[in-house]
């Protein structure tokens, strides 16, 4: 059974850092591209940051550049997002995603596998 378990998620204030794991178990973890979605209330679910098997290709949405940072260990089968200069519209849900011989890009539909998602939450 494929599980994909996120933490690290929490409450802090504006211009200060998280970093997000997400372990997976259950598949093999160096055969998939592995993202980075969050969702607020009321909006859709948007990409924020993806990376390919190797992580030769990183993908980034346009307003996180610079501040957000994705990286993965395949030893471990763990991918990580690190938040820095984090706003309040930062706030949501974040899901990690799974997809096989993927390219870490931000096509939701080709992501197979979800976590179940930690709450950031950024106060001004």
């Known amino acids: 059974q494929v599980q994909l378990v996120e933490s690290g998620g929490g409450l802090v204030q504006a211009g200060g850092s998280l970093r997000l794991s997400c372990a997976a178990s259950?598949?093999?973890?160096?055969?998939?591209?592995m993202a980075w979605f969050r969702q607020a209330p009321g909006k859709e679910r948007e990409f924020v940051a993806g990376?390919?098997?190797?992580?030769?290709?990183?993908n980034y949405e346009d307003s996180v550049k610079g501040r957000f940072t994705i990286s993965r260990d395949n030893a471990k089968n763990t991918v990580y997002l690190q938040m820095n200069s984090l706003k309040p519209e930062d706030t949501a849900v974040y899901y990690c995603?799974?997809?096989?011989?993927?390219?870490?890009?931000?096509?939701?539909?080709?992501?197979?596998?979800w976590g179940q998602g930690t709450q950031v939450t950024v106060s001004s």
């Open positions: 995603a799974a997809d096989l011989y993927g390219l870490g890009d931000g096509a939701v539909n080709r992501y197979t596998y």
């Open positions: 259950g598949l093999t973890f160096s055969s998939y591209a």
């Open positions: 990376i390919s098997r190797s992580s030769v290709n990183i």
